[in-house]
């Protein structure tokens, strides 16, 4: 740490957080000058321009926004490392970074975030609801949601199971009156089917879906292909509109079933279940928000 001064950093990450160098000044007990004096010598010492200025305001540039980012998570350990050491822990404050899938998050996360909202007054949250994945450390986050698998997970990250979907296929009434019901797994080859792929596949490539057989073999289906997408909320409106059959989670599905807007079909077939898993980085000083907020999400998904 030879030649790093905690100081300006924390002007740094305070002057991008409050959006000015006089707000920044203000909560830290300092000059204007100071807090701009600090950053030059930030950037000084770094070689690298974090702020574009000009006489009134400033903008933060690509590389000060990253190093704000790995800043803000470092200065969080260290203020859980901190409370750790002097017994002041126990209770949740500070700002909770959470990224998880956009229709997902919507859906399922966001309740969660308000009751702990209510609950924790002294937090604050910041929900990225995207479906790409990211690098929640490099990219500042406290944690994320993710569907599905997760094989490729890096090492320096924690896993915890929270809840599995099975998957269902559904058609509106729309398509089934005009193109009929499918009966057997064999007869979606004589239907048009609705695609999910991967962000990093081609949508040109070949897709199909994985059911178990009577025979108790797992066996690959596809139909015919005239729509994929990498959104599930687009493959629901597809469905909805009576494009196709589509395959997808049942908490995309379920309210439209109930609702008779659309129809699951193939109802005997077992198929893959989707699990819900949480991701946060292997820390040993696990700051009481991520603590708090991972247990309210096992809590609420272990009572659904």
């Known amino acids: 740490m030879r030649g790093t001064n905690t100081g300006d950093i924390v002007a740094f990450t ?5 959006g000015s160098f006089a707000d920044a000044g203000r909560g830290l007990g300092l000059s204007r000058s100071a807090v701009a004096k600090a950053v030059g010598r930030l950037e000084a010492r770094l070689g690298v321009l974090l702020l574009n200025r000009t006489t009134r305001a400033f903008s933060v540039t690509e590389e000060g926004q ?8 470092i200065l969080d350990d260290l203020e859980a490392a901190e409370n750790n050491a002097a017994g002041r822990d126990a209770k949740p404050k500070g700002t909770l970074r959470i990224t998880a899938p956009g229709a997902y998050g ?16 002294e937090v604050s949250v910041e929900l990225s609801l995207t479906d790409r994945i990211v690098d929640i450390v490099e990219d500042g986050f406290d944690l994320a949601i993710r569907i599905g698998g997760l094989e490729n997970t890096p090492q320096d990250l924690i896993s915890r199971g929270i809840k599995r979907y099975p998957t269902i ?3 509106s009434p729309e398509y089934l009156a005009l193109r009929g019901a499918p009966e057997t797994i064999e007869s979606l080859r004589d239907h048009t089917c609705l695609f999910y792929f991967a962000s990093k596949a081609r949508a040109t490539s070949q897709h199909s879906w994985r059911v178990r057989g009577p025979d108790g073999s797992w066996q690959s289906i596809s139909g015919r292909q005239r729509f994929v997408s990498d959104r599930g909320e687009a493959l629901l409106e597809a469905a909805l509109f009576g494009m196709g059959i589509a395959y997808l989670p049942a908490f995309l599905f379920e309210p439209h079933v109930e609702a008779g807007r659309l129809i699951r079909v193939l109802p005997h077939y077992q198929t ?7 991701l946060y980085p292997s820390k040993r000083y696990l700051p009481a928000k991520v603590r708090a907020f991972i247990d309210a999400l096992v809590d609420t998904f ?3």
């Open 66 to 73: 990253r190093f704000y980012e790995q800043c803000i998570a």
């Open 14 to 18: 305070t002057a991008v957080k409050t």
């Open 169 to 171: 296929f559904c058609a």
């Open 302 to 304: 272990e009572s659904s």
């Open 106 to 121: 919507q859906l399922h996360v966001m309740p969660v975030v308000r009751r702990f909202l209510a609950d924790w007054p």
């Open 272 to 278: 893959e279940e989707v699990p819900i898993s949480v």
